[in-house]
């Protein structure tokens, strides 16, 4: 069964603009910059998405001068895919299992 902790992740995820920043860090690790020319979304904007998936454990930052730059966190990715991974296996059990009804 999926925690509250992975219902907040997936709520995160869910945004279609969140989830092209993850798409894009699982590629490279990227500052703000980049993730502004690649996604078009307004600094503010990216910024604010930023500080979402940062405060989920989503990605990390690693400054760089004036730059912050952003990174994937794999294991957390993994986690959830792992999550999902069981509840697939478990329905694959359950599909001979009927409960009467009453």
């Keep these: 069964m999926l925690t ?3 219902t ?3 709520r995160v995820l869910a945004d279609p603009l969140r989830l092209k920043i993850v798409t894009l860090l699982a ?3 990227l500052c703000t910059t980049h993730l502004v020319e690649e996604t078009g979304a307004r600094q503010t904007n990216l ?3 930023l500080r979402v998936l ?3 454990g ?3 930052t690693e400054p760089c001068g004036r730059f ?3 990174k994937l966190r ?3 990715i993994a986690s959830l895919a792992g999550r999902f991974a069981e509840l697939a296996e478990t329905a694959r059990h359950a599909a001979d299992n009927k409960r009467a009804c009453p």
């Design 74 to 76: 794999p294991d957390v």
């Design 8 to 10: 907040d992740l997936i």
């Design 54 to 56: 940062r405060e989920a």
């Design 27 to 29: 590629r490279e690790t």
């Design 58 to 60: 989503v990605v990390e």
């Design 47 to 49: 910024s604010n998405h």
């Design 68 to 70: 912050t730059y952003y």
């Design 4 to 6: 509250s902790v992975d």
